[in-house]
């Protein structure tokens, strides 16, 4: 990633709602590639075996609760849920999120959705692909309607710390994905996480749906 996009995650605190693949993937690309300090990164699962490999790997910050990491006020929050878990995660913390740029990553949950949800944040909808695991992906960025040129630019340089990040058309449903040369990381890669089995969903609501 360049100077200019570090200057834009200076000072910022990333909080991300899962910790599985995509999760641990951008948690980690943060402290590796330079950007941001490990306690500038806060994570939440329901996993504590993911969660404290993710400190000893990367040094971030863990939870087990959602609703007390976002207590911590972070200016970006990730949504790396999925999409079937995503409803309950937005219907929970839409006030919560007031004022917060959000990063959601679910496949197939469009900004329109999104923006309904969370009338107060300004949304930015992210389309990674498998290789951000080892900081070598390729990350489509579309900004909804209340998300500003400078929000869409800092979630561009979060994610270009995990390869090749590009903004689209600003739009209120499918992002339109240009095409661009992946970039290849410039430090040592690790191993792709394995997925987490469907009982352990990063962040999965329990029985009520809450968590």
Do not use: Y
């Not at 863990?62 to 990491?69: D, G, Q, R, V």
């Not at 695991?133 to 340089?157: F, K, L």
């Amino acid at each position: 990633m360049s100077d200019t996009e570090k200057d834009l995650l200076e000072g910022q605190t990333v909080a991300i709602i899962g910790a599985g693949s995509m999760g641990g993937s951008i948690a980690r690309g943060l402290v590796e590639s330079g950007a941001l300090p490990g306690e500038q990164v806060l994570v939440c699962d329901h996993n504590p075996g993911k969660l404290a490999a993710l400190a000893q790997q990367a040094g971030v910050r863990t939870f087990s609760s959602s609703a007390e990491m976002l207590a911590e006020k972070p200016g970006i929050v990730v949504l790396a849920v999925k999409p079937q878990v995503l409803a309950a995660v937005l219907e929970q913390h839409a006030a919560d999120l007031d004022g917060a740029l959000v990063v959601s990553i679910a496949a197939g949950v469009t900004l329109a959705t999104l923006e309904a949800a969370l009338p107060g944040a300004r949304v930015v909808r992210v389309m990674p692909n498998l290789p951000v695991s080892v900081r070598s992906g390729a990350s489509a960025i579309t900004g909804g309607a209340s998300a500003g040129e400078a929000d869409v630019a800092t979630v561009q340089a979060l994610f270009a710390t995990l390869g090749s990040a590009r903004s689209g058309a600003r739009s209120s449903s499918t992002p339109r994905v240009r095409s661009w040369a992946v970039r290849r990381p410039t430090s040592p890669s690790w191993s792709t996480p394995s997925r987490a089995p469907a009982s352990a969903r990063a962040c999965a609501p329990r029985t009520p749906a809450r968590w």
